[in-house]
């Protein structure tokens, strides 16, 4: 896993993230961490990225994980596509400055 600074600051202030649903909300920045230094990453075997962010969060279950992730897609947080059979996503605007 890369290391990263975050933007508290525009996460405070995400319209996008405003729009999901509170439950989705609390995971971001547990979610968000399994990008590159790019912000992409491969979403081919959900079960095991779920398994990456969930030892400590007993209450994100792997439905709920895949769920806060449909949530940030659907309200333009996080963009995927699939190609040759793998599934990719990415944090829209991760490249930004800051």
Known sequence: MPKRLIDYEAVWSS???SQCKP?????Y???YSLADAGG???M???RS???KVSPIRPNLTFKKFKSVLTDFEKHGL???WT?????????VGSRLPG
């Open 15 to 17: 319209y996008k993230l």
């Open 23 to 27: 439950s989705s909300r609390v995971e």
């Open 29 to 31: 920045l547990w979610v």
């Open 40 to 42: 992409s990453f491969d």
């Open 44 to 46: 081919t075997n959900l």
């Open 49 to 51: 990225l779920w398994g």
């Open 78 to 80: 996080l963009f995927t």
């Open 83 to 91: 190609t040759k059979q793998k599934t990719f996503g990415h944090w």
